[in-house]
């Protein structure tokens, strides 16, 4: 699968709707009962970008990006504004040797918590801390293309690695045709411009 690390511009992001979805089946029986059967243990979020569309220059721009997309064939990275950072997320816990830990964001409900991997972190907007203390970028490296923070040494043990980072969603669009109305000379309006995520 083609995967190129360019953002979807983000002004146009700005006023998409959108975000998690989930996959169930739900029988009904003659009873009137349900039975509900998850698909995904994780989400997989949908996106409309259409209504972030609001000048000529934007349009042009979407254009452009879609054309070098080639419609659904390259996935791309998306910042959703509603959900694209992590503080004091937890990552781990320093054993003495093990040096590699894989960003993720937790999200929790009473008793439920859910983790997602972060595989698409912004590499400007990064702090790690390992037992509260800050540490230097030379203490560490950043591969911003998995998620994965390598430390120089690996932590000590029962050391609580925190980070504080922002991050994209992979997407693709989930559409190979741009279908515009032109309302009146020089304006367009669009219905839905699709984007899904993608597995990484």
């Known amino acids: 699968m083609a995967f190129v690390e ?3 511009p983000t002004d146009i ?4 709707s959108g975000g998690p979805e989930y996959s169930t089946d739900i029988v009904i029986t003659a009873g009137g009962y ?3 059967n998850i698909n995904w243990s994780q989400a997989r979020a949908h996106y409309n970008v259409a209504h972030g569309v609001k000048t000529q220059a934007q349009l042009n721009e979407l254009i452009a990006f879609f054309r070098a997309r080639k419609g659904r064939a390259d996935g791309f990275r998306f910042k959703d504004w509603s959900d694209y950072k992590a503080v004091a997320q937890i990552i781990g816990t320093g054993d003495g040797t093990n040096k590699i830990f894989q960003l993720i964001k937790t999200y ?3 008793s439920i918590t859910e ?3 972060i595989t698409k972190p912004t590499a400007d907007n990064i702090n790690i801390y ?3 203390v800050l540490q230097a970028g030379a203490a560490y490296s950043l591969n911003n293309t998995t998620g994965k923070i390598t430390f120089v040494t690996a932590p000590v043990g029962a050391a609580i690695i925190t980070a504080d980072f922002e991050f994209d969603v992979p997407v693709r669009f989930d559409t190979d045709r741009l279908s515009a109305t032109l309302d009146y000379y020089g304006v367009n309006s669009w219905n839905n411009i699709p984007l899904v995520e993608v597995r990484i």
């Open 6 to 8: 360019v953002c979807f």
């Open 13 to 16: 992001a700005y006023g998409s």
């Open 34 to 36: 349900e039975q509900r």
């Open 108 to 110: 929790t409900s009473g």
């Open 115 to 117: 983790t997602r991997i």
């Open 130 to 132: 390992v037992a509260g």
